[in-house]
């Protein structure tokens, strides 16, 4: 029988105990992440403000939400879909590579839709790309 980690999760798909996600770490505000970039919080807030939405927080098991992948989709022009196939379209569009360590879907479990703080990271460099080379709206 499968336990449930700390975190209530399975612990063979759980990004936070495999290493893949320090989110849940609390560290001083500008502060890194123990792997030397951002937490997954930080590059989801990075995101928000980009898209110049209301700020989302990464949820238990550090699952991202939704609602902002859509907004990505719509704003960056490419087709909705589960939130690693928009990270994956957006960071296409842009010119960007989107590997392996950016979402879940080719881990032992299959994670399906988990989308990593190394995904947000590509996800934030191709959004920035694509709306500084897209023509402004004349009503904004």
Do not use: Y
Request: net charge neutral.
């Amino acid at each position: 029988m499968d336990e449930d980690c700390r975190h209530g999760m399975n612990p063979a798909w759980c990004s936070t105990c495999q290493g893949h996600d320090d989110a849940h770490v609390a560290r001083p505000a500008g502060s890194q992440a123990p792997s030397g970039g951002d937490s997954k919080q930080d590059q989801l807030d990075a995101l928000c403000r980009q898209l110049r939405i209301p700020p989302a927080s990464v949820g238990v098991g550090s699952s991202l939400p939704s609602a902002v992948f859509d907004s990505a989709a719509r704003a960056c022009g490419v087709r909705l879909g589960s939130m690693p196939e928009i990270g994956q379209a957006i960071a296409t569009k842009a010119g960007l590579t989107w590997t392996a360590s950016c979402d879940s879907r080719e881990t032992v479990s299959g994670g399906g839709s988990t989308v990593t703080r190394d995904g947000l990271e590509v996800m934030n460099r191709a959004v920035a790309i694509i709306l500084r080379t897209k023509p402004r709206d004349p009503s904004n």
